[in-house]
Each structure stands twice: as C-alpha cells, then as structure tokens.
C-alpha cells in the first residue's frame, strides 16, 4: 500500500470494536422492565371473571398477561446474565455452573413473580 492511501483493516477494525453500553443503561431498563410487570400484575388482579362472557373484554387481560410474561422474563434474563461471571467463578465444572444458573434462576422468577402484599 501506498503512504497516501488508508488502512482499511484498521479502519475496519476500529469501526467494528465492540461497544460498552452506558453503566446507567442497565439499571433504567431494570426498572422499566420492573414497572411493566407490576403494571400488568395489577390489570390481571383488577380484571373479573365474570367479565370473560364477552369476548370484547378478553383483549385487556390477555395484553397485560402478553405484557407482563415478556417484561417479566426479560428481567430474569437480564438478572441472571448480570451475576453469570459470579456464577462462573464459583462452578467447579459446566454441570455445577448450570445447576447454579437454573438455582438462581428459580430464586429470581419468584422475586419477580410474587404476589405483593
């Protein structure tokens, strides 16, 4: 290559450098997917049964239902993605490392899931 002529390669490889998300990121969407859950735990407790005669009225319970499963198990993703290095560190081999994983796992969905007092 000439002098005058750029490195593609390098350049390339500065562009596609991988990128940390803002430290404060994680930590909104935590919260966001938190509030979308309990949002949608509140439309299921306020909804009747009696109500399930009309189809009209199905739409509210289902979305919150929707809603509410994928909010909530974004967060248990999310949750149990942010203690994997913890997790790994203490696993003796890849049976023990996911035993911990599903264990934790567990644990989070009933934190998540729990009815509120």
């Known amino acids: 290559m000439s002098a005058g002529s750029p490195d593609f390669e390098a350049l390339l490889r500065q562009a596609l450098r991988p990128l940390e998300p803002p430290a404060e990121l994680a930590a909104r969407l935590e919260t966001t997917l938190s509030e979308l859950t309990e949002l949608a735990q509140d439309e299921l407790d306020a909804w009747e049964l009696g109500a399930m005669r009309d189809p009209r009225n199905w739409v509210r319970p ?3 239902a929707v809603i509410g499963g994928t909010a909530g198990s ?4 999310l949750r ?3 203690t994997h290095r913890r997790r790994h560190a203490a696993s003796s081999d890849l049976l023990d490392l996911a035993g911990r994983t599903l264990s934790d796992a567990a644990g989070e969905a009933r934190r998540i899931f729990e009815r509120r007092g």
């Open 62 to 64: 289902v979305a919150a």
């Open 74 to 77: 974004a967060l248990l993703a």
């Open 80 to 82: 149990i993605r942010r």
